[in-house]
């Protein structure tokens, strides 16, 4: 395919490995990161994506006030995993809706390999369409559709989006 004067050709971009472990009870799914994040090497880095203000919500505490290693830490400690079900794709920018060739996790394998995991969260319409399509009807296992964290989805509020990750709770307590 030609690319047009000015245009840019997409660029391949990868995931992070994931951040689980053994006692991992809550997996959050996203798609794939965006372009902050993979710069930072951190998930959910860009300012206006309300990640970890809704996550914070959810467990009650300041997530964005503590610095990344610690928040990855704390959501270890009380079983919440991160990964995206992206490998890899072609994306110029950060929004879902341009993403193209993606190579998908092997889900069902992953899940397997979580002995405590009772339930997933896919953050975004993307993330649950290629989620849920890989998982299929895990007997045992909630899965959690939610609005999407990034600022890009503007059409709910943002205390609309906390009341619906609020669901979350129920994998925690």
Not at 16 to 27: G, M, N, Y
Not at 30 to 47: M, T, V, W
Not at 57 to 76: F, N, S, W
């Amino acid at each position: 395919m030609a690319l047009r004067l000015g245009q840019m050709p997409a660029q391949r971009k990868a995931a992070f490995p994931p951040s689980v472990d053994a006692d991992t009870r809550l997996l959050i799914l996203g798609s794939l990161p965006g372009d902050a994040s993979i710069k930072q090497g951190e998930y959910y880095a860009h300012r206006g994506n309300a990640f970890w203000d809704l996550l914070g919500d959810v467990l009650e505490e300041d997530l964005r006030g503590q610095p990344y290693a610690m928040r990855l830490k704390r959501l270890r400690a009380i079983g919440v995993g991160l990964w995206d079900v992206i490998e890899s794709a072609e994306r110029p920018g950060s929004l879902d809706s341009s993403i193209k060739g993606a190579e998908l996790r092997d889900l069902g394998l992953f899940v397997e390999r979580l002995p405590a995991l009772r339930g997933i969260g896919f953050n975004g319409k993307t993330a649950s369409l290629h989620g849920r399509r890989q998982l299929g009807d895990r007997s045992g296992l909630k899965l959690f559709d939610l609005p999407s964290s990034s600022g890009a989805y503007a059409s709910l509020s943002r205390a609309a989006k906390r009341q619906a990750w609020m669901v979350l709770r129920d994998v925690l307590t």
